[in-house]
C-alpha cells in the first residue's frame, strides 16, 4: 500500500523551482543571501559563479541537501518537504551530479551502479533492464561493460557512467554541478551535446530541464536558456547568454569571470573602430563574423550569410 | 553536517594560540608522558583531574570545544560497542564507563597534539626524537613521514566517505531505522572507499618519489627545531600538573 502512494507522487512530477528570499548561513556566516529565483520548466539554465560565489550551495539547497534556511522554497507552488524538527528532506524528483562524478561510483558492477535508484525507487527487473538498454547508447556506453567492476573504466568512462547513473531515474530537474571539469575540449563538447541531447529528446512532452553550474561562460552560453550569475553570495543577473554577453558584459567582468576570447575581441574592435557592433548572438562565428566585416577581412565562406 | 564544523584527529587548524608555538617534540612527549599517566590511573578521582588537565590543554589551543566533541561524533560506534561488549562479558557498565572515560582521555589530547602542529613540524619532530634509533638501522626519516601521512589522511577519508554517503543519499537511498542497517551501508561504502585510497597511496607515491624523496642523501630542513623558553616552561609545567594527577590518584582512592 505504502509503495503504492510513493509511486504516485513519484508520477506526478512537480515542476517549477522558486526561491523568494532564501538565504543560507554556515558557521555563522552568509553563504548565500537574499536568493529570488525562478527556475523555468524545460529550460537549460547555467549557474555562473566564481569559486566560492555560492554555487554549490544554491545547487545543494535545491535538491534538499541544506537542512536549514531562511526564506521560502517552493517546488510545484509547494514548499519543500521537511521532517518532524524542520530540517529540509532531499528531494527524490531532483537528480544531482556532483563535482568530480567519478568519485561517487561506489556499486560493484556497472549494472547495478546504473540500477541503483532504480532499486531504490522500487522498479521491477525487467522495468530495469529495459531502462539500461534504452540509456546505454545515448550515454556512449557499449552494453559490453555491464557486468564489469565500475572502477576498472577510464576517466571519461566513469564520469559518463555516474551522470548516466543519474540520469536513468528521469529526474523533472536535472543539476550538474562542474560536470566538465578537467575534461578536455573534445570530451567537454561531448558531455555537453550528450546532456543537451538529453534535454530535448523526443518522445517526452516537454523539454527536461537543466541546471547547469560551470565558472566558465564560454563554457555553456551556446547551451544555455537562461544564464545566472552569482556574485559573492548574491544572484546578479538572470538572463539569456545573449544579453548577459552582449549587453551586460560588464556584469561578468564585475564578477571576476573572464570574457569569452570572442567576446574580447568584439570589444577590442569596437574600441578601435569607434563604432558600436551588433552581432547577431553571442555565439563565436556570429561575433566573429561582425569582426570580419569591420575589418573586411575576405574570407571565402563569408557567403551564407543566415541560416 | 558539513566537515569543516568539525575537528578530526589528524586536522591542523592555524590559530596563534601558546599550544601552536610550542616545539612539536615539547608536545610529542608531553602527550606521550600523559598517556602514560592515563594507563597508570585507578581511581576516579584520578580520572577527574585527568579531565580536568585535558579541559585546560584544549582551552589553551584556542580552539572552541564544539569543534573537538563534534569530532568524536565519528568515534561513537566503537565507543557504544565497547560499552556493550563490557555489559555483556565484562566486569559490568562501571568498567565500560571507565574504558570509554579512557578513550577520551586520549583522543581529545591527540585532536589537540595534530590540530596545533603542522605536519611536516610533527614529522620533523617524530623523526628526531626517533633519531637515535637510526643507529640500529631503522629507517627514522621514513617511518616518520608515513606516520605523518596516516594521520593527514584520516580527514581525507572521512571526506570520501562523506561523499559517497552523499551520492547515495542524493540518488534515494534511505537508511532503515534499524540497529544494523548503519553496519551494512558502511560495508558497501567500504569497498570503493578501500579502492579509491589504494589509488590514492599510490599517486602519492609517485609524487613523492618525483620529489626525489629517499634518493639517500637525507633532507635538510628550513625551519630547525629549537627548545626555547616556553617549551622549558611548558615541559615543567606538564611534568608537574601530571604529578599532581598522580598524586591525587594515589591520596584519594575514591
Redesign the interface.
Given at each position: 500500500m505504502v509503495k503504492s502512494i510513493k509511486k504516485e507522487t513519484t508520477a506526478e512530477t512537480r515542476v517549477g523551482w522558486e526561491l523568494h528570499d532564501v538565504s543560507v548561513q554556515?558557521?555563522g556566516r552568509d553563504v548565500l543571501q537574499r536568493i529570488n529565483l525562478t527556475l523555468t520548466p524545460g529550460a537549460w539554465t547555467s549557474l555562473i559563479g566564481k569559486t566560492g560565489a555560492g554555487k554549490s550551495t544554491l545547487a545543494s539547497l535545491l535538491?534538499g541537501?541544506i537542512p536549514r534556511f531562511t526564506g521560502q522554497y517552493l517546488i510545484g507552488s509547494q514548499p519543500i518537504a521537511t521532517d518532524r524538527k524542520g530540517k529540509s528532506l532531499?528531494v527524490?524528483e531532483i537528480?544531482?551530479v556532483?563535482q568530480y562524478p567519478e568519485?561517487?561510483?561506489?556499486?560493484?558492477t556497472v549494472e547495478r551502479e546504473l540500477s541503483?535508484?532504480l532499486r531504490?525507487?522500487g522498479d521491477s527487473m525487467s522495468d530495469i533492464q529495459k531502462q539500461i538498454q534504452n540509456l546505454l547508447p545515448k550515454v556512449g556506453l557499449s552494453e559490453d561493460l555491464l557486468p564489469q567492476s565500475p572502477?576498472l573504466l577510464s576517466g571519461g568512462q566513469k564520469r559518463r557512467l555516474a551522470i548516466a547513473?543519474?540520469l536513468i531515474?528521469n529526474p523533472s530537474l536535472l543539476i550538474l554541478d562542474e560536470p566538465t571539469a578537467a575534461l578536455d575540449p573534445v570530451s567537454r563538447r561531448q558531455l555537453l551535446d550528450l546532456l543537451q541531447d538529453w534535454q530535448q529528446e523526443k518522445g517526452t512532452e516537454q523539454k527536461r530541464t537543466v541546471l547547469f553550474i560551470s565558472h566558465r561562460i564560454e563554457d555553456v552560453a551556446e547551451y544555455s536558456d537562461r544564464i545566472l550569475l552569482l556574485h559573492e553570495r548574491k544572484l546578479l543577473a538572470h538572463q539569456t547568454a545573449n544579453e548577459l554577453l552582449l549587453d551586460h558584459s560588464e556584469l561578468l567582468i564585475q564578477s571576476g569571470i573572464p570574457l569569452p576570447e570572442s567576446i574580447q575581441l568584439l570589444r577590442l574592435t569596437e574600441q578601435l573602430s569607434g563604432m558600436t557592433l551588433h552581432p547577431a548572438s553571442c555565439r563565436e562565428a556570429d561575433v566573429l563574423r561582425e569582426v570580419e566585416q569591420i575589418w573586411q577581412i575576405p574570407q571565402e565562406g563569408a557567403k551564407h550569410e543566415s541560416f | 553536517m558539513n566537515p569543516s564544523d568539525r575537528l578530526i584527529v589528524g586536522q591542523f587548524l592555524e590559530r596563534k594560540s601558546s599550544l601552536h608555538i610550542l616545539d612539536p617534540r615539547t608536545k610529542l612527549i608531553g602527550f606521550l608522558l600523559f598517556m602514560i599517566v592515563v594507563m597508570l590511573l585507578d581511581t576516579k578521582s584520578g580520572y577527574i583531574a585527568a579531565t580536568l588537565f585535558v579541559f585546560i590543554v584544549l582551552q589553551l589551543s584556542r580552539i572552541p570545544l564544539t569543534l573537538y566533541i563534534r569530532g568524536l561524533m565519528p568515534l561513537l560506534p566503537v565507543v557504544l560497542l565497547t560499552l556493550l561488549y563490557h555489559l555483556l562479558w565484562g566486569q559490568g557498565i562501571g568498567e565500560g564507563i571507565r574504558i570509554f572515560w579512557r578513550i577520551l582521555l586520549m583522543v581529545l589530547p591527540a585532536s589537540a597534539l595534530t590540530a596545533t602542529t603542522r605536519p611536516l613540524q610533527m614529522a620533523q619532530g617524530i623523526e628526531t626524537l626517533l633519531k637515535p634509533l637510526s643507529k640500529l638501522r631503522v629507517p627514522v626519516e621514513q617511518f616518520a613521514l608515513m606516520i605523518v601521512i596516516a594521520i593527514r589522511f584520516i580527514p581525507t577519508i572521512l571526506e570520501d566517505i562523506q561523499r559517497i554517503r552523499l551520492a547515495r543519499k542524493a540518488r534515494g537511498f534511505q537508511s532503515k531505522r534499524n540497529l544494523l542497517s548503519p553496519m551494512i551501508e558502511f560495508i558497501q561504502i567500504l569497498v570503493p572507499l578501500l579502492i579509491s585510497t589504494v589509488r590514492r597511496a599510490d599517486q602519492l607515491t609517485l609524487a613523492i618519489e618525483a620529489r626525489a624523496y629517499g634518493d639517500g642523501r637525507g633532507r635538510t630542513v628550513f625551519r630547525r627545531l629549537l627548545f626555547k623558553k616556553p617549551d622549558a616552561l611548558a615541559t615543567l609545567l606538564i611534568v608537574l600538573s601530571l604529578s599532581i594527577i598522580f598524586a591525587i590518584d594515589m591520596l584519594f582512592p575514591y
Open positions: 554556515r558557521s535538491k541537501l532531499v527524490p537528480g544531482f556532483f568519485h561517487q561510483i561506489f556499486e560493484t541503483f535508484a531504490m525507487r572502477l547513473s543519474v531515474a | -
